[in-house]
């Protein structure tokens, strides 16, 4: 059962406390006034009205108050004695730190206020009532195809979405068909739009990464390729006002199934879309960080069918353009760097922005389990939290020896196998290896193809891949590293634009396959795109100013040593995946004509979306296992945990 959710009252010091009232309405009789800093139980929530038990401070013993007033919180959820140090603890928390990390509270008034003013400014999103909670959708296939015989028979089919019951068009096409009256129907039952209002007529509708296995001009390759995009204008009865959606939207849908494009893997291999959908419909524009507010967004897992509407970020078009306050930035093309002229700002800002992220986590994990039941299994949360409790503690050789004990329990090899196995691991990097000394050696920086180099990067690359299982299961150990995550938070994943104060500042966007993952496998993803000469500067100060800025917000201290070895670990567990992608390599473009691109920049590279991603991401594979390598972590690692060496 989940731990109770406690609220510390933060509000009505000028006034004696914050008024009670009989029940819910604002209108029933009055009880009297909770003296701010207490501390009470919640019984129910019902949009901003509590019904609390007293467990500390004085003021009724139960009762009804407001937890915001005038958008100024007058209480804020806490969890399991982060407020109060009387008060027991009885659930999970993920604010316990072992030998990663160590928060220095010994649960003073000082600190404990320090806390609080922390919470309140980074855990700005409210648990759902009890009654929405009771009936949201949660984790889970929820019926989605297994194969692609089943995927076939469903993937056009016309279903209704399992959060708002709306049959959704399949195709931009049946969009435009099914038109403004549609639009209506899908913003008024997600309470986006007023009944008073209504789309009148598209103004403006254009269809973006349609193709993704073909050769486009270089802009239209930077629009992604997990789906279609569309940019939709509408019209109003009458116009828009205080917070309802504005008149540009941006539109997200499905490709068509074609047998040639990734629909089959992005729906059914990785599965990321109800995540997606999860994410909008629960956290999207709710965070400190700031992500798309979104309109309507739906999808019916059986059929694999979505379609997201959300605000359309209002990007620059000139990279060379001065920011004035609140510009954005152009959009970033994934593997693209070396066409911004200002990448090194973006990726501080970047790396700021992922640090507040994981600490918005960190403090609303303390007070409610709803992110992680609609982000996580029920099995895998019940036992990553069994274990973190029992690794908390420990210091780093007694977590090793722990480790150890966990990998010949039979109990846990479910968990510790869930990632790739040595074998396919091996037939991955094969592949790669393949590709590049005879499809397309011409292709790759000559040092990196230098024979000598290359064989001792294969070599490591093989050794390291037979413990990919290992690393993964001691990362999710970890208590302090546990997080949501955005799976693929490359640059051209985020929102960038000058703050009041003209700073750069960065949010993230589409959230496919949003999940839980240790912050060392997140951080490692999020720097795959990066140019290899810039991270030989900065790979090490990005993640110190990361542990900088999670110890801002969070008042953890991580462990760098340690945060950097299990960083590069994660790099070394993440080549194998790399490499199986190159076989789109050889689907896009056919073995001849290889020989005549000489390297990553030509256009028929370039221009073409999967190509350049998957061509792209090799070569960084190699300037990471030629000038950065993850190979002396890993020997420091296996060593210092005692695992033994294999065949």
Known sequence: ????????????????????????????????????????????????????????????????????????????????????????????????????????????????????????????????SDGAWATFPRFGDGGRPTNMSAFKK???????????????????????????????????????????????????????????????????ASWGGAGIKILLAVKYKRDPQGDEPGKEMFVKMP??????????????????????????NLLSGKLPVRTPRIYYADMNRR????????????????????????????????????????AEDMYYAHCRCLARFAGWYYHTAKFTTQVDECFDSPDVFRVQMMLHKKMAPLNLKQRDEFFMQCLSDPNLQPFVSQQIPA??????????????????????????????????????????????????????????????????????????????????????????????????????????GAEPGFLLEHEQKLLRFFADEYREVTNVELDFEQLYQNFKLCQAAGIAGCCANVQWCMRLLEKSKWKEIPNRFDKRIDDTFLLRCYFVQLEFILALLQERSPYRAFKDFVKRVGLKAKP
């Open 1 to 128: 059962m989940p731990p109770a959710v406690r609220w510390e009252i933060v509000g009505g010091s000028d006034k004696g406390g914050i008024l009670v009232r009989e029940d819910a309405s604002t209108k029933s009789a009055e009880l009297g006034r909770l003296s701010t800093g207490a501390l009470v139980e919640q019984l129910h929530l019902k949009g901003d009205r509590l019904q609390y038990k007293l467990l500390t401070g004085e003021g009724p013993s139960e009762g009804w108050v407001s937890v915001q007033l005038s958008g100024k919180p007058l209480a804020v959820p806490c969890r399991d004695g982060e407020a109060a140090a009387q008060v027991p603890s009885n659930g999970h928390t993920n604010g316990t730190n072992g030998s990663n990390g160590s928060n220095g509270t010994h649960g003073t008034a000082q600190t404990l206020e320090a806390e609080a003013a922390r919470r309140k400014q980074w855990a700005t999103w409210s648990p759902l």
């Open 303 to 342: 059929t694999t069918n979505f379609i997201w509407i959300m605000e359309r970020v209002p990007y620059g078009s000139d990279w060379k353009k001065p920011l004035a306050v609140m510009d954005f930035l152009p959009p970033a093309g994934k593997y693209r760097d070396w066409a911004i002229p200002c």
């Open 255 to 280: 490709h068509e199934f074609t047998g040639k494009n990734e629909r089959f893997k992005v729906s059914v291999t990785l599965n990321g879309d109800w995540a997606e959908t999860m994410f909008y």
């Open 423 to 528: 074998d396919a691991a091996a037939s991955f990097i094969k592949i790669a290896e393949e590709f590049a000394t005879k499809s397309a050696p011409q292709c790759f920086p000559p040092k990196f193809m230098e024979k000598s180099r290359f064989q001792k990067a294969m070599s490591e690359a093989y050794e390291m891949s037979k413990y990919i299982q290992e690393i993964s299961f001691y990362q999710m150990l970890i208590p302090e590293y546990r997080s949501l995550a955005h799976p693929n938070a490359q640059i051209d994943n985020a929102m960038f634009w000058k703050n009041e104060s003209g700073v750069l500042e960065c949010g993230l966007i589409d959230w496919g396959g949003a999940s839980f993952a240790p912050v060392s496998f997140t951080l490692a993803g999020s720097w795959i």
């Open 154 to 220: 469903v993937v056009g089919e016309q279903a209704k979405g399992e959060f708002w019951g709306l049959e959704m068009p399949l195709t931009p096409q049946q969009l435009k068909d099914m038109g403004p009256q549609w639009l209506t129907r899908a913003l008024h039952k997600s309470k986006a739009l007023p009944l008073d209002n209504a789309v009148v007529g598209f103004t403006e509708f254009v269809v973006k990464a349609a193709n993704t296995t073909e050769s486009t001009a270089s802009e239209e």
